[in-house]
């Protein structure tokens, strides 16, 4: 059950696309079409951002997108916004009734 | 209106026993599967426990044999029962509601657990 592997850090300014790769395993990422990424305020609830790789849930802008290849998971988001400023969690079902999340990604926006 | 509401937390001695509650309106909360997740301090969000809506449990290694997931139909109540605490436990507590597609779609705010002599 180890931890998604996510850059730190990633940054842009207004307007510009950033994207965050999360990196599992052939027993999670690789293996299910089960990763969603959240976005987190902290001291706020997590917010769902995308589910099943590719999915936005209603509300999200159509900025948000996933995409899924082998064992790594990518989110990005298009035209970034100042309230777009926040750290964004990967996590992928892993089998066996287990999930696993990934390090997590602060993002800046310049 | 879906809204989880999670209680219980507090400052508690290594070796000690903790409830953890989750009030959930809006849907009952034997219909979805639940989920506790945590993020410790300067850490990224970890899962904890399930309970599938057959009744089915699953834990992390971490706190497998130590904490007990469970849930009231009745409150329409998720809990987290935690023993044996270790200073490692040490993190906000979030609860969420878990969807087909093995995602989780509502959160609740967190609450805090401390273990510390």
């Known amino acids: 059950q180890s931890a998604l592997t996510q850059p730190p850090s990633a940054s842009g300014s207004p307007g510009q696309s950033v994207t965050i790769s999360c990196t599992g395993t052939s027993s999670d990422v690789g293996n299910y079409n089960y990763v969603s990424w959240y976005q987190h305020h902290p001291g706020k609830a997590p917010k769902l951002m995308i589910y099943?790789?590719?999915k936005r849930p209603s509300g999200v802008p159509d900025r948000f997108s996933g995409s899924k290849s082998g064992n790594t998971a990518s989110l990005t988001v298009s035209g970034l916004q100042a309230e777009d400023e926040a750290d964004y969690y990967c996590?992928?079902?892993?089998?066996?009734?287990?999930?696993?999340f990934g390090t997590g990604t602060k993002v800046t926006v310049l | 209106e879906v809204q989880l509401v999670e209680s219980g937390g507090g400052l508690i001695q290594p070796g000690d026993s903790l409830r953890l509650s989750c009030a959930v309106s809006?849907?009952?909360?034997?219909?979805?599967?639940m989920t506790w997740v945590r993020q410790a301090p300067g850490k990224g969000l970890g899962w904890v426990s399930l309970i599938y809506t057959s009744g089915n449990t699953y834990y992390a290694d971490s706190v497998k044999g130590r904490f007990t997931i469970s849930r009231d139909y009745s409150k329409n109540t998720l809990y987290l029962q935690m023993n044996s605490l270790r200073a490692e436990d040490t993190a906000i507590y979030y609860c969420a509601r878990g969807r087909t597609g093995n995602y989780y779609d509502y959160w609740g705010q967190g609450t805090l657990v401390t273990v510390s002599s």
């Open positions: 809006g849907f009952p909360v034997n219909n979805y599967f």
């Open positions: 996590s992928s079902f892993a089998g066996s009734g287990s999930f696993v």
């Open positions: 099943e790789v590719t």
